[in-house]
């Protein structure tokens, strides 16, 4: 065979192996989208809260208000985690009973001490930011009922001893 036909032979091979590639990806993409929609339909079909642009748009986390985070926190009846995801070290942190306190930072090597990847959990930080890291962090780690808790410690509207704040 001449150079010619070996030049063709190894563009050829270099094309597949970007389509091979290429259909990995796809599947991935795929599956996860899947396993999200089926998450979803979990997730309407017990009762929870899930914002109509999860599932218009594919959004593997809700965003809830404080206040709507509140109302989850104070019904009994409800069952969820708490993960607060706040800097080693943040005081305010404590305001919230029964939390999960693992640091953003630390979260990727200890998510396994979240029992449940089925749970609804709450995910705290400081001001929010944190928290949005941590569910796109959980969700590649197989969790997906994960609700961010806008504006995180400074914006929630329970004081240290449990009462309603008025301002």
């Not at 599947?27 to 979990?42: G, P, T, V």
């Not at 749970?119 to 569910?135: K, M, N, Y």
């Not at 959980?138 to 929630?156: A, D, P, Q, T």
């Amino acid at each position: 065979m001449d150079l010619k036909a070996f030049q063709m032979l190894e563009f050829i091979n270099n094309r597949l192996s970007n389509i091979e590639k290429n259909i990995s990806r796809i599947d991935e993409k795929m599956e996860f989208s899947l396993s999200l929609q089926r998450n979803h339909l979990i997730r309407i079909k017990n009762g929870e809260f899930i914002d109509d642009s999860n599932i218009l748009m594919g959004k593997p986390y809700n965003d809830l208000s404080p206040q709507k985070a509140v109302e989850i926190y104070n019904n009994a009846d409800l069952d969820y985690i708490i993960l607060d995801v706040s800097k080693e070290g943040f005081k305010e942190a404590k305001i919230l009973d029964g939390a999960i306190r693992i640091p953003l930072e630390d979260l990727g090597r200890r998510y396994a001490e979240i029992n449940s990847k089925t749970t609804p959990i709450l995910v705290f930080s400081e001001q929010g930011l944190r928290s949005i890291q941590a569910c796109e962090l959980l969700i590649k780690k197989g969790f997906f009922n994960l609700n961010n808790v806008s504006g995180g410690h400074r914006f929630w509207p329970i004081k240290r001893n449990n009462e309603a704040s008025l301002s």
